[in-house]
């Protein structure tokens, strides 16, 4: 295989690495408001990413790192292109991360809800953008021969790409839910169930029309097949989801994400951002790669590290495998700090022993 | 008609890395040298099994936490800012720069951010040593994440190992390893480490020294401020030799810099060191000037005499050497910028050593102090001021107060050392090569950057005010008591001790949780 296009498969694999892991913490993060009964539950949501959130968020910085990189020229046309986007997109991301860590951290019930309020819009939003902006990448946008974007704001939302926001927004809701599932004990796990049913149906809805427009418009075999297999994924998660397999339907939401992420590089290659002007003027695998050299570097170490980063992220999956549920909640964690005179939140406290 | 906001179009796109970037930079070296002290105090508990390291390591684990939580966000708009502020840099260097930016996220992110996880919720999960373990890989995933980007800075500093394409025009990396392993990247990286762990140090220093003065926590706050001041007074120290090795380098790389460092206007030799200036940029010249005769010629070459270029005369070579080509017609950096910006990097980065160095001195051990001086585990350390006689009650109270103040020293020296070295740079993005106007998004405009600006601004400026009211809470509130599971942890991972231990730990409550 040529270096490009090696690299094309290396940016496709981190992309949907990220989707599949941060998927489910978007849709986690969504589900404090949809699924969560009370502040317990959406402690118990948050503790299900709790150890695994920040790393699944790398992926998006390998996937970003890889980019500049493999394809300086992709990089800079997407990111200067999409700025308001993205933007929305790292204000998200920043407020979300402080949210998870900061949010126990003060016993106040207003500093909690605000923090809540922070996580599930701060996940809504970015899990409906990532839509919109791959919907355009894949579609093509105005890009002149300079390898300039130079559409405006309203261009990015067309009906096309305002439905592939609101696929991964439901998928990732969806993959959050059956995750849930998952990972939950209790009375909030069987409703997670129930949640996903619905969703499900919802995602099937929209993948099939997003990604049968997709196929429609620049698809080929391959694509095709891969747009089989998440469709195929999706109704064997219903159905593993419905007799309460929640492993097997975790695993079938993820194949839905993998096999609808692969898709949209698969019809995406071998250009990786079409312009809308001029055929000529698209960045292609080639015209947008850095030298050998460099490609020959990325490939020695996206090759060793990637495989180990898959092994010690398994293997924190695996530690922390134990579903959660209310009663496992740590107590109160401003025990710690009682005696600064912080107030009490009515929960026991841990038995000191000095 | 013409309207002129009177902006460069890279003014706004450098006013935006700057804010981000030095605000980026608070957390960053409190997070890499937290780090490794916290680890360190973790491997004392393991190692000895004494209660008050085990506290030590809960304390200033929490506020290491408070800490990188803001690091690693705002770390994520750094990654993302050279594309969309920066594309035209991005197109030009992208092939070289985002090597080791992408090794960065590959190599040290997942490091830090996956080992992280498991330390923070690992109190409950895992056996002692592979809890330890984790946090010494976070450690690691700090420092290697340091390395790569500073190699990366190194390089606009510097350019290595890289041709320019004829056929493209861009830079093409062909050395990777000279890029990785050039002076500059070394000297940057010992600097930028050794002035991390002054400044970790000093925040452990400062906050030990807040509760000793009030007679709380005495024996972890006691063993803080050993650690603290230790390192205070070695890192220090480092940070002084690096610093001099990187300006040695930087004379020889970049003389307009460190002739602006100095407001050097013209070559001199011997060449004095400057104390004071004040000086007409336009007229290039000093009209105030305070110096030391022959030491800069010293600080620059090791001896007294050797002449170093000055401004002007360097001005007139580079335009010489590039105007041709660029037409930039000035390539002199914002000169009071550089030459204050050095000296409040030294001025506070070598306060805060020479307070380390009196409280190691103060608080020194018993040997050298006679038996009614010395103080136990649990007691307030004395400052000595000889072998019989201590510091007088207000001295010391001053002591006190003045370690707790110099906690924010270093904070206010590394960002005026970045101030200084990036706008030293100035006219370039890539000293030499890049001049920074042909640098920005051409498809960016000033209204996108400014709202980006805006928000940036506003939602930093709220996070800094509740990650300082955090961190003065969780400092205030001391040690944590300890609790029976802390000093029954797991044998087995994934919890519970022995066979058959997991359902028994099926109810157990974790140990943390959001």
Redesign the interface.
């Known amino acids: 295989m040529e270096l490009p296009t090696l690299w094309f498969v290396l940016i496709a694999v981190l992309w949907t690495g990220y989707f599949f892991l941060e998927g489910f913490d978007f849709g986690v993060g969504v589900l404090t408001k949809v699924l969560a009964r009370d502040r317990a539950e959406r402690r118990v949501l948050i503790n299900t990413i709790g150890p695994v959130w920040d790393g699944n968020e790398v992926w998006l910085l390998a996937a970003a790192g890889g980019m500049f990189a493999a394809f300086p020229d992709w990089y800079a046309t997407l990111f200067s292109g999409f700025y308001l986007l993205l933007l929305a997109v790292l204000i998200s991301l920043i407020v979300r991360g402080v949210a998870f860590e900061y949010r126990a951290k003060r016993p106040e019930e207003r500093w909690q809800r605000n923090w809540e309020h922070a996580v599930f819009w701060c996940s809504a939003l970015p899990a409906f953008l990532w839509g919109v902006i791959f919907a355009n990448v894949v579609r093509g946008v105005p890009i002149d021969a300079e390898k300039e974007y130079v559409g405006s704001l309203p261009d990015l939302f067309t009906p096309y790409a305002l439905l592939g926001g609101l696929l991964t927004l439901a998928l990732f809701t969806f993959h959050g839910a059956v995750f849930t599932a998952l990972k939950t004990v209790g009375d909030i796990r069987s409703r997670a169930r129930r949640l996903a049913t619905g969703l499900g149906v919802l995602v099937t809805v929209l993948a099939l029309a997003f990604l049968g427009a997709t196929q429609a418009d620049g698809g080929g075999p391959a694509s095709l097949a891969a747009f089989l297999v998440a469709v195929a994924g999706l109704l064997a998660a219903l159905v593993a989801n419905g007799r309460g397999r929640e492993g097997w339907a975790f695993t079938f939401s993820g194949v839905t994400v993998v096999a609808a992420v692969v898709m949209l590089f698969l019809v995406l290659f071998p250009d990786v951002m079409p312009s809308s002007l001029n055929e000529e003027w698209n960045l292609t695998v080639e015209n947008a790669a850095s030298s050998p050299y460099t490609l020959t570097i990325m490939t020695w170490c996206a090759g060793i590290a990637t495989p180990l980063v898959l092994l010690y992220q398994g293997w924190t999956y695996w530690v922390f495998r134990k579903r959660i549920g209310t009663r496992h909640l740590a107590p109160d964690p401003h025990a710690a700090s009682r005696s600064d005179g912080a107030t009490a939140s009515g929960e026991a406290t841990a038995p000191a022993v000095r | 008609m013409h309207v002129d906001l009177a902006l460069a179009p890279e003014t706004l796109a450098r006013w935006q890395f700057g804010i981000t970037t030095v605000y980026h930079f608070l957390f960053v070296p409190l997070t890499i040298s937290l780090a490794s002290l916290t680890a360190g105090l973790q491997t004392a508990w393991v190692r000895t099994g004494k ?1 008050k390291y085990l506290r030590a390591t ?1 304390f200033w684990g ?1 506020l290491f ?2 800490n990188i ?2 690091g ?3 770390g ?2 750094q ?2 800012q ?4 920066w ?2 840099y ?2 030009f ?7 080791p ?7 040290a ?2 490091f830090e ?6 330390w ?3 109190w409950d ?2 056996p002692q040593r592979i809890h330890l373990a984790c946090i010494w890989m976070v450690a690691v995933g700090t420092v290697l994440s340091a390395y790569f980007i500073l190699a990366a800075n190194s390089w606009m500093q510097h350019p290595v190992g890289y041709r320019i ?1 004829p056929e493209s025009g ?1 830079a ?3 050395d ?1 390893w000279h890029v990785l392993t050039q002076n500059t990247a070394v000297a940057q990286f010992a600097h930028t480490i050794t002035a991390a762990f002054l400044t970790g140090a000093a925040f452990m220093v400062g906050i030990a020294a807040y509760h000793l003065i009030r007679r709380r926590h005495v024996p972890v706050m006691r063993t803080s401020l050993r650690v603290g001041l230790v390192t205070m007074v070695v890192s220090g120290l480092l940070v002084a030799v690096s610093g001099d090795r990187l300006a040695k380098i930087m004379y020889e790389q970049q003389p307009m810099k460190m002739a602006a460092a100095e407001a050097l206007w013209d070559t001199e030799g011997p060449a004095p060191f400057s104390v004071f200036a004040y000086g007409d940029v336009d007229e290039g010249h000093n009209t105030v000037a305070v110096e030391i005769p022959g030491l800069l010629s010293f600080l620059a070459h090791d001896d007294f005499s050797t002449p170093v270029p000055g401004i002007n005369d360097t001005n007139e070579a580079l335009k010489e050497q590039f105007d041709e080509e660029l037409g930039l017609g000035d390539y002199r950096p914002n000169i009071p910028v550089a030459y204050w910006g050095f000296r409040w990097m030294i001025g506070f980065g070598m306060t805060s050593l020479a307070l380390g160095v009196v409280g190691l001195y103060l608080t020194r051990r018993k040997r050298w102090l006679a038996p009614s001086l010395r103080t136990g585990a649990d007691e307030v350390p004395r400052l000595a001021l000889t072998r019989t006689r201590e510091l007088g009650p207000t001295l010391t109270r001053w002591y006190w107060r003045a370690a707790f103040l110099t906690m924010a020293f270093p904070l206010i020296a590394n960002c005026w050392g970045w101030i200084f070295t990036e706008m030293g740079r100035q006219p370039w993005a890539v000293y030499g090569v890049l001049p920074t106007a042909s640098a920005v ?4 405009s000033q209204g ?1 950057v400014i ?2 600006m805006s ?2 601004t506003v ?1 930093y400026a709220v ?1 800094a005010v ?1 990650e300082f009211r ?1 961190l003065a ?2 400092a ?3 040690p ?6 802390d ?1 029954d942890p797991p044998t087995r ?3 519970g001790r022995g066979a058959g231990a997991d359902e028994d730990a ?9």
Do not use: C, H, Q
């Open positions: 209660e809960k929490k936490l408070i939580a803001m690693v966000v705002t994520i708009l990654e993302f050279f594309g969309m502020n594309s035209d991005s197109r260097v992208g092939d070289v720069f985002g090597a930016l992408a090794f960065e996220a590959l190599i992110f997942f951010s996956t080992f992280i996880g498991l923070i919720f690992g999960k895992l394409d861009r093409e990396l062909t990777f998004s051409p498809s960016v996108e709202a980006s928000l940036y939602l996070l509740v955090l809470k969780y205030k509130a001391g944590p008591d300890l609790t029976e599971a000093l991972i994934g919890g099926d109810d157990r409550p974790m140990a943390f949780s959001y």
